[in-house]
Structures are given as C-alpha cells and as structure tokens.
T-cell receptor, first 112, second 112 residues
Framework: SQQGEEDPQALSIQEGENATMNCSYKTSINNLQWYRQNSGRGLVHLIL?????REKHSGRLRVTLDTSKKSSSLLITASRAADTASYFCATDSGGSNYKLTFGKGTLLTVNP | DAGVIQSPRHEVTEMGQEVTLRCKPISGHNSLFWYRQTMMRGLELLIYFNNNVPIDDSGMPEDRFSAKMPNASFSTLKIQPSEPRDSAVYFC??????????FGPGTRLLVL
C-alpha cells in the first residue's frame, strides 16, 4: 500500500522559478527520503531527513519535515530544465528491514 | 562502480511464456529489493531480501511470481506463466544496511 502521497500530481514552472512539492504520510516514520526519476530511468536518491530533524539542505534542495502533521516538503530553488523529472517521497517506518514505501510522485516540468 | 545491473532492459513476450528478470546488486550491499512500476499503481514493492534471505514477499501479486537470491551478487524474478497485466517496468534496488536505495535502470516488460 502507498504510504506517501505527493501533492501536486503535476507541476509546470519556468526555468529560474522555485518548485515546491509536498508529501503526506499516515504512520510514524524513522526517516523520509526523496527520490528523482527521469523518464525511462531508475530512481535516484536525493536526500534523507530523519524523524528528529526539521529541515535539511543539499545544494538547491531544501527538505522540511513536520512529524506532527505527518508531512514533508521538497523545495527546488532556481529550477533548471534538467530538473524536469518525477519526484517521489519514500518513508521508512523503522526496524531492521529498511523497507521503503513510495508515493505516486509529482511530475515536475521546467520550461526553458 | 557499475551500479545495479539489470537484464534484459526490454522484454517482449507472449502470454503464457515464462519470463526471467535478472539483477546484480552493488558489490557489498546486503539488501535487495524488487519493485514494479505502472501508471495505474505507481511503484510497488514486490519482495526484498536481507543477506540473501527473503524477508517480505507480501507484495508478490500471486503464485505466478517467484524470486530467488542464490548468492550476494545475483537475484532473479520469474513470472510463469506471464499475462498481459504483468506488463510494467520492473526495478531492482540494493542498499547497504538500509536507508539509501540504489536503483537499477529497470526492465521494461511487455506481455502480448
């Protein structure tokens, strides 16, 4: 079953603008991760935020986590055409099995 | 580092035929995951292994699907007999002690 639900399902912006994607989940988590998938390719890990963290940065990426609302957001600043891809959140509910549950993703289109 | 290797990259077969998908995880990784991705259902976890042992196969659709991991460097996902509804992209991913998963390029399966 899908735990993470991304919002919006699709987002279209102009190059240079910021893109924000949201993820909501249902059960308690150990960590939350964001992945990117370019068309026809496998998923690529972007960033991981642990349940005791509230914000994390990596380059042009900024991730926030609100465990009280069971939600996370991914912000991509100064977007580029190469950022066009689907973005997925994945939750790890803990334990030693490291099983991730993925949402259905947000399709981001950055127009040049 | 060659990353996760999957073969074949594309497979077209007729209904009723046996299909075998192959995966070579990243050397040193001890967890391996098989996913299926479709437009309708998104990314679904089929089965995962820790140290070559199947841990959770609750995502395997039915008895027509089976997976093996005879050693740390090789896994197979078999569908017998295949049906048109099995058409999807199948991904293999591996990780070392969980957290970040590294995905292969996927096998695009079309069952006619």
């Amino acid at each position: 079953s899908q735990q993470g639900e991304e919002d919006p399902q699709a987002l279209s912006i102009q190059e240079g603008e910021n893109a924000t994607m949201n993820c909501s989940y249902k059960t308690s988590i150990n960590n939350l991760q964001w992945y990117r998938q370019n068309s026809g390719r496998g998923l690529v890990h972007l960033i991981l935020i642990r349940s005791n963290e509230r914000e994390k940065h990596s380059g042009r990426l900024r991730v926030t986590l609100d465990t009280s609302k069971k939600s996370s957001s991914l912000l991509i600043t100064a977007s580029r055409a190469a950022d066009t891809a689907s973005y997925f959140c994945a939750t790890d509910s803990g334990g030693s099995n490291y099983k991730l549950t993925f949402g259905k993703g947000t399709l981001l289109t950055v127009n040049p | 580092d060659a990353g996760v290797i999957q073969s074949p990259r594309h497979e077209v077969t007729e209904m009723g035929q046996e299909v075998t998908l192959r995966c070579k995880p990243i050397s040193g990784h001890n967890s391996l995951f098989w996913y299926r991705q479709t437009m309708m259902r998104g990314l679904e976890l089929l089965i995962y292994f820790n140290n070559n042992v199947p841990i959770d196969d609750s995502g395997m659709p039915e008895d027509r699907f089976s997976a093996k991991m005879p050693n740390a460097s090789f896994s197979t996902l078999k569908i017998q007999p295949s049906e048109p509804r099995d058409s999807a992209v199948y991904f293999c991913a591996s990780s070392f002690r969980g957290e970040t998963q590294y995905f292969g390029p996927g096998t695009r399966l079309l069952v006619l």
